[in-house]
């Protein structure tokens, strides 16, 4: 079985109340698999509870990474958020946690 | 000539004497400071409103007694937004510890004009409707109107005011983080304001700047197996040599600990965006998705082709106004039975909550368990252990002592074997800030700079 973490790494940032997550290929085959496959719609399903408004995908074949800008995920952002990790510092690993392929 | 610059804190609490080594090296040829967050604002007003003559992050009096004396003889200028909500107060300090120190001749800058909560029912009755970002909602038609904070974000402009005047420290209130490292990119090369790929370049360079440890390492997922772990506790912060074309090559202080590398300048560079290709910003929309990155040698990363378009009609404003407080309890609980004795506690402070009417939310997490990840987290069937955290709120802070105290009552009342963290009952209440995100007119903000000399 492989992860998506075994496909990309990445990092979470918070603004307001809406967290992006970036999902960086390990290497140029790796991005075109994540391009291919990884929508807006699976990652929406797969944060389930985490994410409770839209989530929006953009590319960066630049730098052979995606975006996914989920908006509604910080229980109202670092400032009122009754969430241990307020800041979402650890929701990307929560994306990267998706199983990719049994 | 390359241009070097310099960055030393990413938030109110970093250490700023980072700037030190490279100021001592020769490595830099400016160093900005970035101290604000969302949150560090509603910090700084409840300072603020203790002392009118406080307000600014107390880092800003470091900067001063340790490194302006050291900058200053050596003509490298500092930049910090950490003039918070009181830039002119926090200039003066700087100016006072300057006098103090005889840095006879030394500019201080102040730059305000970012904070306009006194101006909100004049901008509403100008035609702002100050419209929530995310939600859409109209300013006036909100219940809570308990604003305590309400900053735009400002541009580079008056910060290049500043440093044509000779400024030797520029102070600011809420400056856009990475226009703190564009504006001395534009003293020095006289990048024009029309100029959209160099301000857009000089973007890039705030972005990847603006979270130090960040771009060397720090956070760093994607070179986690080559992290060496005692040098994060004393990373070399980046630097920048930016060339008059906007490219630049990313790299950190010489001879410290840390890394940069692709992963880390990728890593960074979407940390925080939304649409890559329109990241707004108050002088310039930068787009991110037509650069390029190449390995430079060790520790550096070269970016280049960074593109850019029109500016827009709005500034961001950001408001925050007090939602009341929070309190958290952590309650331990172990096998045999621990789900139903979980249940059965929920079931008890569910009664308490429920005869306090001031108590408005509550949230229930198992730390270990499910407390990052939510419903991505199976529970197991039967734990040797549950770590409860609880989180309640209320309007006022005595409707949370009080609930906490009733709470306590239950200690030889409750579920099997509960158990509480002490140092969570010795807890106090914390502000719940919530925040508004708005637009505003870019015409109905002027920005003020103020030069005094020691």
């Given at each position: 079985m492989r992860r998506?973490?075994?496909?990309?790494?990445?990092?979470?940032?918070?603004?307001?109340?809406?967290?992006?997550?970036s999902v960086i290929a390990r290497?140029?085959?790796?991005?075109?698999?994540?391009?291919?496959?990884?929508t807006a719609a699976r990652v929406k399903a797969h944060l389930g509870d985490l994410v409770k408004g839209d989530v929006v995908r953009y590319e960066m074949d630049n730098i052979e990474a995606l975006n996914f800008v989920c908006h509604a995920a910080l229980d109202g952002g670092a400032t009122r958020s009754l969430r241990i990790d307020s800041l979402?510092?650890?929701?990307?690993?929560?994306?990267?946690?998706?199983?990719w392929d049994e | 000539?390359?241009?070097r610059i310099g960055s030393a804190q990413g938030f109110y609490g970093d250490d700023v004497l980072k700037a030190l080594p490279m100021i001592r090296g020769g490595h830099v040829d400016v160093v900005c400071f970035e101290a604000l967050s969302e949150l560090t604002l509603a910090i700084l007003q409840k300072d603020k409103l203790a002392n009118p003559k406080r307000g600014y992050t107390f880092d800003v009096k470091l900067i001063a007694q340790k490194i302006l004396p050291e900058a200053f003889a050596r003509k490298i200028p500092l930049i910090t937004n950490g003039g918070g909500l009181n830039p002119q107060a926090a200039a003066e300090m700087v100016r006072e510890t300057a006098a103090a120190q005889g840095l006879t001749g030394l500019k201080v800058a102040a730059v305000s004009g970012d904070d306009v909560l006194a101006r909100l029912s004049d901008l509403q009755a100008a035609g702002e409707a100050l419209r929530h970002l995310e939600t859409g909602e109209v300013l006036a038609d909100s219940a809570n109107q308990n604003f305590v904070t309400a900053n735009v974000y400002l541009g580079a402009a008056p910060i290049v005011e500043a440093l044509h005047a000779g400024a030797d420290i520029v102070i600011t209130g809420r400056v856009a983080d990475p226009c703190l490292y564009l504006a001395p990119l534009i003293a020095h090369y006289g990048w024009a304001w029309d100029d959209w790929d160099r301000l857009?370049?000089?973007?890039?360079?705030?972005?990847?700047?603006?979270?130090?440890?960040?771009v060397v390492g720090g956070n760093s997922l994607g070179m986690i197996a080559h992290t060496?772990?005692?040098?994060l506790a004393a990373l070399g912060y980046p630097i920048a040599h930016v060339e008059a074309d906007g490219s630049f090559i990313l790299s950190k202080t010489p001879d410290t600990p840390g890394q940069v590398t692709l992963e880390t300048v990728k890593e960074q560079l979407l940390y925080e965006v939304h649409d890559p290709s329109r990241y707004i910003t108050p002088d310039v929309v930068a787009d991110f998705t037509t650069l390029r990155l190449q390995a430079a040698g060790a520790d550096a990363v070269l970016v280049a082709g960074v593109t850019g378009r029109s500016r827009t009609d709005t500034l961001k404003l950001n408001l925050g106004r007090l939602e009341g407080f929070s309190r958290e309890l952590i309650f331990t609980i172990g096998w045999p039975e621990a789900w139903r004795k979980v249940e059965q506690m929920k079931a008890m402070l569910g009664a308490i909550f429920a005869r306090m009417p001031g108590i408005a939310r509550?949230?229930?997490?198992?730390?270990?368990?499910?407390?990052?990840?939510?419903?991505?987290?199976?529970?197991?069937?039967?734990?040797?252990?549950?770590i409860v955290r609880v989180m309640f709120t209320a309007d006022d802070q005595d409707t949370l002592k009080n609930a906490v105290r009733q709470i306590m009552t239950t200690?030889?009342?409750?579920?099997?074997?509960m158990s509480v963290s002490g140092t969570t009952v010795g807890g106090e209440p914390r502000y719940v800030i919530g925040l508004w995100p708005t637009l505003i007119g870019r015409e109905r903000v002027q920005p003020q700079v103020e030069v005094m000399t020691v």
């Amino acid at each position: 079985m492989r992860r998506l973490y075994d496909l990309a790494y990445g990092r979470s940032g918070d603004k307001g109340n809406i967290v992006n997550l970036s999902v960086i290929a390990r290497s140029p085959e790796a991005y075109q698999e994540i391009k291919a496959k990884l929508t807006a719609a699976r990652v929406k399903a797969h944060l389930g509870d985490l994410v409770k408004g839209d989530v929006v995908r953009y590319e960066m074949d630049n730098i052979e990474a995606l975006n996914f800008v989920c908006h509604a995920a910080l229980d109202g952002g670092a400032t009122r958020s009754l969430r241990i990790d307020s800041l979402g510092k650890s929701l990307a690993g929560a994306l990267l946690y998706m199983v990719w392929d049994e | 000539m390359t241009y070097r610059i310099g960055s030393a804190q990413g938030f109110y609490g970093d250490d700023v004497l980072k700037a030190l080594p490279m100021i001592r090296g020769g490595h830099v040829d400016v160093v900005c400071f970035e101290a604000l967050s969302e949150l560090t604002l509603a910090i700084l007003q409840k300072d603020k409103l203790a002392n009118p003559k406080r307000g600014y992050t107390f880092d800003v009096k470091l900067i001063a007694q340790k490194i302006l004396p050291e900058a200053f003889a050596r003509k490298i200028p500092l930049i910090t937004n950490g003039g918070g909500l009181n830039p002119q107060a926090a200039a003066e300090m700087v100016r006072e510890t300057a006098a103090a120190q005889g840095l006879t001749g030394l500019k201080v800058a102040a730059v305000s004009g970012d904070d306009v909560l006194a101006r909100l029912s004049d901008l509403q009755a100008a035609g702002e409707a100050l419209r929530h970002l995310e939600t859409g909602e109209v300013l006036a038609d909100s219940a809570n109107q308990n604003f305590v904070t309400a900053n735009v974000y400002l541009g580079a402009a008056p910060i290049v005011e500043a440093l044509h005047a000779g400024a030797d420290i520029v102070i600011t209130g809420r400056v856009a983080d990475p226009c703190l490292y564009l504006a001395p990119l534009i003293a020095h090369y006289g990048w024009a304001w029309d100029d959209w790929d160099r301000l857009a370049a000089g973007i890039v360079v705030g972005h990847l700047l603006e979270c130090t440890g960040q771009v060397v390492g720090g956070n760093s997922l994607g070179m986690i197996a080559h992290t060496d772990a005692v040098g994060l506790a004393a990373l070399g912060y980046p630097i920048a040599h930016v060339e008059a074309d906007g490219s630049f090559i990313l790299s950190k202080t010489p001879d410290t600990p840390g890394q940069v590398t692709l992963e880390t300048v990728k890593e960074q560079l979407l940390y925080e965006v939304h649409d890559p290709s329109r990241y707004i910003t108050p002088d310039v929309v930068a787009d991110f998705t037509t650069l390029r990155l190449q390995a430079a040698g060790a520790d550096a990363v070269l970016v280049a082709g960074v593109t850019g378009r029109s500016r827009t009609d709005t500034l961001k404003l950001n408001l925050g106004r007090l939602e009341g407080f929070s309190r958290e309890l952590i309650f331990t609980i172990g096998w045999p039975e621990a789900w139903r004795k979980v249940e059965q506690m929920k079931a008890m402070l569910g009664a308490i909550f429920a005869r306090m009417p001031g108590i408005a939310r509550v949230d229930y997490s198992y730390l270990g368990m499910n407390s990052l990840y939510g419903s991505l987290s199976p529970l197991p069937p039967d734990p040797l252990e549950v770590i409860v955290r609880v989180m309640f709120t209320a309007d006022d802070q005595d409707t949370l002592k009080n609930a906490v105290r009733q709470i306590m009552t239950t200690g030889l009342s409750g579920p099997a074997g509960m158990s509480v963290s002490g140092t969570t009952v010795g807890g106090e209440p914390r502000y719940v800030i919530g925040l508004w995100p708005t637009l505003i007119g870019r015409e109905r903000v002027q920005p003020q700079v103020e030069v005094m000399t020691v």
